[in-house]
């Protein structure tokens, strides 16, 4: 007897709704200039700017669940677009600090306003963005996102054949 879900398991569909979603908001971005990956450093920078926070990199890298690495690319990328400011961090030699420039605010503004219409248009199955049904989504989503990823075992080792 299988112990196969007939149906497809909570981690494919994770997968296929992040997959849809990505491939959503490059197009609905991309008339900007931006790729998804660039408007979730962006979009993340304005929060955090509107809370009085500078990040470093690194914050911002925990913050939207990036690689570091990746973050640091993006920025540089984005410093060069004239939508970042990267400068030193003045409490540690090693990290920067990043801010957006008038241009990287402005075109960030855009970008949210059109994410969230198309947020309110792919959650309409759920009543929109201030549905019921979207709260609870929200709230099942944020618990799962809680949930620390666990270490590697070896338990995934493809059996010898024999």
């Given at each position: 007897?299988s112990?196969?879900?007939?149906?497809?398991?909570?981690?494919?569909?994770v997968?296929r709704?992040?997959?849809?979603?990505?491939?959503?908001?490059?197009?609905?971005?991309?008339?900007l200039?931006?790729?998804h990956?660039?408007y979730s450093?962006?979009?993340s920078l304005?929060?955090?700017?509107r809370s009085g926070?500078?990040?470093s990199?690194r914050?911002?890298?925990?913050h939207?669940?990036?690689?570091?690495l990746y973050?640091?690319k993006?920025a540089r990328t984005?410093?060069?677009?004239?939508?970042?400011?990267?400068t030193?961090?003045?409490g540690?030699?090693?990290a920067?600090?990043?801010s957006?420039?008038e241009e990287g605010?402005r075109?960030?503004?855009?970008a949210?306003?059109?994410v969230?219409?198309?947020?309110?248009q792919?959650?309409?199955?759920?009543g929109?963005?201030?549905?019921?049904?979207?709260?609870?989504?929200?709230?099942?989503?944020?618990?799962?996102?809680?949930?620390?990823?666990?270490?590697?075992?070896n338990?995934?080792?493809v059996?010898?054949?024999?």
């Amino acid at each position: 007897m299988s112990n196969a879900p007939a149906g497809p398991t909570p981690g494919f569909l994770v997968w296929r709704l992040s997959m849809k979603w990505r491939v959503a908001v490059d197009r609905a971005i991309g008339p900007l200039g931006l790729t998804h990956a660039q408007y979730s450093l962006l979009g993340s920078l304005l929060g955090m700017q509107r809370s009085g926070l500078r990040p470093s990199q690194r914050r911002l890298a925990d913050h939207t669940g990036l690689e570091p690495l990746y973050v640091s690319k993006l920025a540089r990328t984005l410093e060069t677009a004239g939508l970042v400011e990267r400068t030193p961090d003045p409490g540690d030699t090693r990290a920067v600090q990043l801010s957006l420039t008038e241009e990287g605010h402005r075109v960030t503004l855009r970008a949210v306003d059109v994410v969230r219409e198309l947020l309110d248009q792919q959650l309409a199955p759920l009543g929109g963005l201030d549905g019921a049904d979207t709260g609870a989504f929200i709230r099942t989503l944020t618990t799962l996102l809680d949930v620390p990823v666990p270490a590697v075992a070896n338990k995934s080792k493809v059996p010898d054949k024999e």
